[in-house]
């Protein structure tokens, strides 16, 4: 793991630690529910209308008991054992509106071992699992080497699980540092319109 992405899951962790401290001292339900909307407001651009929406779901999510793991099926399955644990961990600190929209984006670019393994099993050079995994000069270094001369491409066949598991990884990554980077810029835009006025 870089410098960058253990900065950014600190700030990550850091920011999900705050929110849980403001929600401990706030004990009124209505403040609760206020900071949980200023923290999907932060994240995510939403209309009023839909932010009015939201806010009647996450009212109605305090009124009935607290989700644990095994309420929350989309968070504990087969894919979610190959996130690292920060990942997991924050994302069960976040509403339930933020973990639908993180599972959304992540089943779109996860990657699958299956169709991994379907595309290692065309012979070399043609061989295409390393662009399906996004790894593009490996992808070209395989092609022109014809797979090692076949020997990279065996050694594939017990690696595959370990790329695929790195490649989704990363996607869960980006996903989180998207989210907080839009949460930054959101907070940019108005501080500047708050000093503009």
Same mark, same amino acid.
């Given at each position: 793991?870089? =410098? !960058?992405?253990?900065?950014?899951?600190? =700030?990550?962790?850091?920011?999900?630690?705050?929110?849980?401290?403001?929600?401990?001292?706030?004990?009124?339900?209505?403040?609760?529910?206020?900071?949980?909307?200023?923290?999907?407001?932060?994240?995510? @651009?939403?209309?009023?209308?839909?932010?009015?929406?939201?806010?009647?779901?996450?009212?109605?999510?305090? @009124?009935?008991?607290?989700?644990?793991?095994?309420? !929350?099926?989309?968070?504990?399955?087969?894919?979610?054992?190959?996130?690292?644990?920060?990942?997991?961990?924050?994302?069960?600190?976040?509403?339930?509106?933020?973990?639908?929209?993180?599972?959304?984006? !992540?089943?779109?670019?996860?990657?699958?071992?299956?169709?991994?393994?379907?595309?290692?099993?065309?012979?070399?050079? %043609?061989?295409?699992?390393?662009? !399906?995994?996004?790894?593009?000069? =490996?992808?070209?270094? %395989?092609?022109?080497?014809?797979?090692?001369? %076949?020997?990279?491409?065996?050694?594939?066949?017990?690696?595959?699980?370990?790329?695929?598991?790195?490649?989704?990884?990363?996607?869960?990554?980006?996903?989180?540092? =998207?989210?907080?980077?839009?949460?930054?810029?959101?907070?940019?835009?108005?501080?500047?319109?708050?000093?503009?006025?």
């Amino acid at each position: 793991m870089s =410098k !960058y992405q253990e900065e950014i899951l600190d =700030k990550i962790r850091e920011r999900v630690l705050e929110r849980e401290r403001e929600l401990r001292l706030k004990e009124d339900k209505e403040a609760s529910i206020e900071a949980t909307l200023q923290a999907l407001e932060e994240i995510t @651009e939403v209309p009023r209308e839909e932010m009015d929406r939201i806010a009647e779901e996450i009212r109605a999510s305090y @009124e009935t008991p607290e989700q644990t793991a095994s309420d !929350y099926p989309a968070l504990f399955n087969a894919q979610s054992d190959h996130l690292p644990a920060t990942i997991r961990e924050a994302l069960l600190k976040l509403p339930a509106v933020l973990k639908d929209e993180f599972w959304e984006e !992540y089943r779109i670019q996860s990657r699958s071992i299956a169709i991994a393994y379907v595309l290692w099993l065309i012979p070399p050079p %043609f061989s295409c699992h390393y662009l !399906y995994s996004r790894h593009l000069i =490996k992808q070209f270094l %395989f092609f022109l080497t014809c797979g090692g001369l %076949f020997l990279w491409w065996f050694v594939d066949l017990f690696r595959m699980p370990q790329i695929i598991k790195e490649e989704n990884r990363k996607s869960a990554r980006k996903i989180l540092r =998207k989210m907080l980077r839009h949460s930054l810029r959101r907070k940019k835009s108005r501080a500047e319109h708050q000093n503009e006025a």
